[in-house]
């Protein structure tokens, strides 16, 4: 066909954004040697350009660069252009971004690196337009300036990429043994405290993001201490964001920040992790608090995941995107006129006077984004209608617009299945079935993990775990992050249904990834073997995800209860104590590492004996599953030889389920009856460390 594009080498690739590029007149590589080996042999830099599918300005580069002929022409003839899936190699998008951040203070995405033929970073940004504006360069600028230092500074430049590559490698070189005190817990809440935005909830300044970390911490401070003052900005927060335009009103779920402080405007990309993540925190601040609400939006994101972020197969898609062809945001918005077009007059006013819904709008081009913007009670009276009325109104009408808005051109979903994000969702769905007691939950945790260790686990290889699902291929060796937050679920799921394999699946995942990532010189984790990369990364920082040192850590200390393996419990202090300095000097960014320690000042191990199945069992599983026990250890005695030393001497007395509750090393006396367990349950923590 005339004047048809042409695919270049990305055609041959499973990552959704990799192939979004496969028809540029970019001349790219997957990252890989034969892409090496040309920069080698053609003495050219590398340009590195790392990115996601359902990043708004990796698709605005690449429409005004990427896909601009004369830009194409000075990648092709003068560098070696690469391109990388941030989501399937996390571990390459960690060191560049840390790169860039060392050169230049920020980063984001899309991340712009300029490499030597042997990988070394020596120039770096995010987003460059196509002619100067906004105080950037233009990326022709840049390009051609670039391959005239290479050229003509040569030796400049090769210094600079081994000072850089130095620096980075000494960021991660971390030494420690220092001593694990209370005061690190302490000392987090109060910086916590001081960002937390007393008026419109969340923390720090816009763009806000929902920071599960942030929410998780104070939910396990007040469990610990019992402040109810860490309660309040949960709740605030919480609330806030079941409010704001952040949430998805109709198909449930959240987006990934607001650009405001009021939780309004959101950038509307709608990831696996956050969702995962919100979830579980949701479930566990209703199970904290018995506020029903939480319960509800609880339900509402792992609905979403459900309905429209499943595989056939049963693994959870990675995201969302935040574009349509209309524009960003365009496909969740509304105008008045198409809101009463799809529910009438009556029950259409109902709907706008509560979402805010209105004919200025508050968002481009007049239209609205949907937001609580008053209670029903406040709307009924408004509108002289009941409470009931209006509840009635809102749900018909949540109904029959998200009907409406699925026949719009819907965001494109990255279909790819990563083990990382799945051991997340499988964690938030197996939390929240205990929380909540939905057999539907239960049943997609176990879906996905069946899928996962049948699918990407490869027995025989090292790393046996590997990272990527998509159409029929498994590929990418699994990281760190891969293996403990897969730990993590199964664990969940364990003390969701007491079924060995998931213990055992736990169990032998966590001794492989302490074969092939722990440091047994310094401690702590890497986060790739060493030497697949520049340098070797061992990074406990917890970003929008949790950090691979701080699941792991909490990961051992699980096992070392569950299983009494005395080398998991040590390793897991190690690590623990080899990021103690940065979790005093810098808490917010060790949140749930922070978790780790709390946990390892005493765990609340609970056992069960005397059968799983009765009703008198269900109802005693049931009064523990749905109470907030942050470092509880829950296990059942059906004489599985993993877990010998935790259910050693416990077993049912006179035939009846018994309950055996343990805290700093004493056991309280067994309980038979669903009162007196209570008792043990409403007893104060036991405190143990220092």
């Not at 499943?310 to 990675?318: I, R, V, Y």
């Not at 055992?504 to 073997?529: H, N, Q």
Request: aromatic share 10%; net charge negative; charged share 25%.
């Amino acid at each position: 066909m005339l004047g048809a594009k042409k695919p270049n080498r990305l055609i041959n690739e499973k990552s959704p954004y990799l192939l979004e590029h496969a028809f540029n007149p970019v001349d790219w590589h997957a990252w890989g040697e034969d892409a090496f080996r040309e920069a080698k042999a053609g003495d050219k830099p590398i340009f590195l350009s790392i990115g996601y599918s359902t990043c708004h300005w990796c698709h605005v580069m690449a429409h005004e660069s990427f896909e601009d002929q004369k830009t194409a022409a000075i990648l092709n003839e003068k560098f070696v252009p690469i391109k990388v899936d941030r989501e399937e190699r996390p571990d390459l998008d960690e060191v560049y971004m840390k790169a860039v951040t060392t050169l230049t203070g920020s980063g984001g995405w899309p991340l712009s690196v300029f490499l030597t033929p042997d990988l070394k970073p020596f120039y770096g940004g995010t987003y460059f337009p196509p002619v100067p504006r906004h105080g950037l360069p233009g990326f022709p600028e840049v390009l051609n300036f670039i391959a005239d230092t290479w050229k003509s500074k040569r030796a400049e430049v090769v210094k600079s990429s081994d000072e850089i590559t130095k620096a980075i490698s000494e960021a991660y070189a971390l030494k420690g043994e220092e001593a694990l005190s209370k005061v690190l817990l302490d000392n987090a809440y109060a910086v916590v405290l001081s960002a937390h935005d007393s008026q419109f909830g969340g923390f720090g300044r816009p763009p806000k993001f929902p920071l599960p970390s942030y929410l998780g911490f104070l939910l396990r401070y007040n469990a610990r201490t019992g402040k109810g003052s860490a309660l309040g900005p949960v709740m605030k927060t919480l609330d806030a964001m079941a409010d704001g335009g952040i949430h998805d009103h109709l198909a449930g779920g959240f987006h990934r920040y607001s650009t405001d402080r009021y939780w309004l405007v959101p950038h509307f990309e709608k990831m696996l992790y956050d969702n995962a993540l919100l979830a579980r925190v949701y479930a566990d601040a209703y199970r904290a608090t018995r506020v029903e609400r939480y319960a509800w939006t609880a339900r509402d994101t792992l609905g979403w995941i459900l309905d429209e972020m499943t595989s056939p197969e049963g693994g959870f898609f990675s995201a969302q995107d935040a574009d349509t062809a209309e524009g960003e945001g365009y496909y969740y918005t509304w105008t008045p006129s198409e809101v009463l077009d799809v529910l009438g007059k009556e029950d259409g006013a109902v709907f706008c006077e509560h979402y805010g819904v209105s004919p200025e709008g508050n968002f481009e081009g007049g239209r609205s984004i949907l937001s609580v913007t008053k209670s029903a009670e406040r709307t009924a009276s408004k509108l002289g209608l009941t409470a009931d009325e209006v509840e009635k109104a809102l749900r018909k009408g949540q109904s029959a617009l998200l009907e409406a808005r699925r026949r719009r051109n819907r965001p494109r979903v990255d279909d790819k299945v990563l083990a990382s994000w799945n051991g997340l969702a499988i964690s938030g769905f197996a939390c929240a079935y205990q929380a909540l007691q939905d057999e539907r939950y239960l049943a997609a945790a176990a879906r996905s993990a069946d899928f996962i260790l049948a699918t990407l686990v490869k027995k025989g290889r090292s790393p046996m775990l590997q990272r990527r699902y998509r159409d029929g291929d498994v590929a990418i060796e699994g990281n760190l992050e891969d293996y403990s937050f897969l730990v993590a679920g199964l664990l969940d799921l364990y003390e969701a249904t007491f079924e060995k394999r998931w213990m055992s699946s736990s169990i032998m995942l966590a001794e492989e990834m302490v074969s092939v990532f722990w440091d047994p010189v310094d401690g702590g984790f890497f986060m790739t073997p060493p030497g697949r990369e520049i340098v070797a990364i061992k990074e406990g920082y917890d970003g929008p995800t949790p950090s691979g040192n701080s699941v792991a850590a909490l990961d051992l200390l699980r096992l070392a209860e569950f299983t009494g393996n005395q080398d998991f419990r040590e390793m897991a202090e190690t690590t623990l104590k080899l990021f103690a300095g940065a979790m005093e000097s810098t808490p917010t960014g060790y949140l749930e590492m922070l978790a780790a320690v709390d946990f390892s000042f005493g765990s609340k191990e609970i056992v069960v004996a005397g059968g799983w199945g009765p009703a008198e069992a269900n109802a005693m599983v049931r009064e523990i599953q749905t109470r907030y026990l942050p470092t509880k250890v829950l296990a059942l005695a059906d004489g599985d030889p993993a877990m010998a030393q935790l259910i050693e001497g416990k077993a049912s007395i006179k035939g009846m389920p018994t309950v055996y509750v343990c805290e700093n090393f004493a056991c309280k006396a067994p309980v038979t009856d669903i009162v007196a367990l209570r008792r043990e349950l409403d007893a104060p923590r036991a405190e143990g460390g220092a």
